[in-house]
């Protein structure tokens, strides 16, 4: 069975900064990476990584938002720095066996339940 386990998100001022974390397990994942939604929004690729260090983000997170994976442990991490009140979303841990990695939510085989992000400002 095929599981993806988030942990951290919460509220947070404008400026501040989070970082949430996901453990898969049952499976060695090539692709890993967080997906975010806002009410009445479509989901979005935020971050994905694969092959451990090639990384790939969505232009309005760059420079403030930093995705890392640790392959032993099946692990992907996005630090979250500088973050606005439209980074307010739901954000998903995603994962695939399949390459290529994008930022494409039709292209993910798993997903977690979601950890919520709230950014006041």
């Known amino acids: 069975q095929v599981v993806l386990v988030e942990s951290g998100g919460g509220s947070v001022q404008a400026g501040g900064s989070l970082r949430l974390s996901c453990a898969g397990f049952?499976?060695?994942?090539?692709?890993m990476g967080w997906f975010r939604q806002a009410p009445g929004k479509e989901r979005e690729g935020v971050a994905v990584i694969y092959t451990g260090n090639s990384t790939v983000y969505v232009d309005s997170v760059k420079d403030r938002f930093t995705i890392s994976q640790d392959i032993a442990k099946n692990t992907v991490d996005l630090r979250m720095t500088s973050l606005k009140p439209e980074d307010t979303a739901m954000y998903y841990c995603?994962?695939?066996?399949?390459?290529?990695?994008?930022?494409?939510?039709?292209?993910?085989?798993?997903w977690g339940r979601g950890t919520q992000v709230t950014v006041s400002s």
């Open positions: 995603t994962a695939t066996g399949r390459l290529p990695c994008r930022l494409d939510p039709s292209t993910m085989s798993y």
């Open positions: 049952g499976y060695t994942y090539d692709c």
